[in-house]
């Protein structure tokens, strides 16, 4: 269940279990970019840029640049930013994202969940 808010700044907040940790994700669309937090701690943790590659010839399957601007700078975060950033991106009109990323369980399960989380807190 999504929760749409009427405040300047959170427009979707949803909290979900993901194999029994309390999951939350907050979704924000701004003029330039898609904001999207999602934590198991309560707090922003890593702050991924995910934006579209414009030197990519394919537009049809465009890549996307990650870069860590807070956090820890690991390849597991680029991986799991890009997953989960890809489709909102792609949704939004290629839009950039700034993931704040702070995850107890990065398995592929529960990026699934989580996935399906952002897709419920759509704001683009």
């Given at each position: 269940?999504?929760?749409?808010?009427?405040?300047?700044?959170?427009?979707?907040?949803?909290?979900?279990?993901?194999?029994?940790?309390?999951?939350?994700?907050?979704?924000?669309e701004f003029s330039n970019y898609i904001f999207v937090v999602l934590t198991q701690y309560g707090k922003i943790g890593t702050l991924i840029s995910v934006t579209p590659?414009?030197?990519?010839?394919d537009l049809s399957t465009p890549t996307f640049s990650t870069k860590v601007l807070l956090g820890k700078d690991e390849p597991l975060t680029h991986v799991c930013a890009k997953n989960?950033?890809?489709?909102?991106?792609?949704e939004s009109g290629n839009r950039p994202v700034l993931l704040g990323l702070a995850l107890k369980d990065s398995s592929i399960d529960a990026i699934k969940q989580i996935k399906e989380m952002i897709k419920s807190c759509q704001v683009w």
């Amino acid at each position: 269940m999504c929760v749409f808010l009427f405040h300047r700044l959170i427009q979707c907040l949803t909290q979900r279990e993901v194999n029994g940790i309390s999951t939350e994700v907050v979704c924000t669309e701004f003029s330039n970019y898609i904001f999207v937090v999602l934590t198991q701690y309560g707090k922003i943790g890593t702050l991924i840029s995910v934006t579209p590659d414009s030197r990519s010839n394919d537009l049809s399957t465009p890549t996307f640049s990650t870069k860590v601007l807070l956090g820890k700078d690991e390849p597991l975060t680029h991986v799991c930013a890009k997953n989960l950033a890809m489709f909102v991106s792609q949704e939004s009109g290629n839009r950039p994202v700034l993931l704040g990323l702070a995850l107890k369980d990065s398995s592929i399960d529960a990026i699934k969940q989580i996935k399906e989380m952002i897709k419920s807190c759509q704001v683009w």
